[in-house]
């Protein structure tokens, strides 16, 4: 398996623009969280989801963020309009949680808002 | 959740094993222990958890203290790739197959010398 996927790798982009970072978790996983990773605060639950519903979503920072699971091979975390403190690395991680409960996570998507 | 104390950081000599702590005295009966790492630039990879008993895969071993109020993650002869930052997570594992993302503390910048 290729892992869990996420585009783009790197996206420079200015302030009030829309950005949407997508996600392709493990075949087979029935759960995907949404984390962000600042060097203030660390890494953040944003949101996760099981067989594609959302389930907590208590971690978004505000409406500009939204996220959607349309089917269980992709997911989307959009942010609308972008602002410089939204700059972090966005990871994506999948599970199959009556395993291990291990997650594996994405290579993580490099945002910067100008 | 229960909360974890890890030291900021350590150094370790390659070659030598690496012993990482985590206090977590909060533990209750049903929590796990669960650590991952974070090598620079990419996305937190599972190590190995617990719940009472001591545990070993190919990668590390985990002591857990018999009260399970701390633990140990022991990297049997650590090398340069080794250097990353280690989180110890505490959370329950519904067996029922319900599941919130884990909340990772600052963990311990492990530093491997040459």
């Known amino acids: 398996d290729a892992g869990v996927i996420q585009s783009p790798r790197h996206e420079v982009t200015e302030m009030g623009q829309e950005v949407t970072l997508r996600c392709k978790p493990i075949s087979g996983h029935d759960y995907l969280f949404w984390y962000r990773q600042t060097m203030m605060r660390g890494l953040e639950l944003l949101i996760y989801f099981n067989n594609n519903v959302p389930i907590d979503d208590s971690g978004m920072p505000e409406d500009r963020f939204s996220a959607k699971m349309p089917n269980a091979s992709f997911s989307t975390l959009k942010i609308q309009p972008s602002e410089p403190r939204d700059s972090a690395v966005y990871f994506c991680a999948s599970s199959n949680w009556r395993e291990t409960g291990e997650l594996f996570f994405g290579e993580g998507s490099r945002l910067t808002v100008l | 959740d229960a909360k974890t104390t890890q030291p900021t950081s350590m150094d370790c000599a390659e070659g030598r094993a690496a012993n990482l702590p985590c206090n977590h005295s909060?533990?209750?009966?049903?929590?796990?222990v669960y650590w991952y790492r974070q090598i620079h630039s990419q996305g937190p990879q599972y190590i190995i958890h617990g719940l009472k008993n001591n545990e070993t895969n190919e990668m590390a071993s985990l002591i857990i203290t018999e009260d399970r109020k701390s633990s140990t993650l022991i990297l049997p002869h650590a090398t340069l790739r080794d250097t990353a930052v280690y989180y110890c997570i505490v959370r329950r594992r519904n067996s029922g197959g319900g599941a919130d993302g884990l909340t990772f503390g600052k963990g311990t910048h492990l530093i491997i010398q040459p």
């Open positions: 909060t533990i209750s009966g049903n929590e796990y």
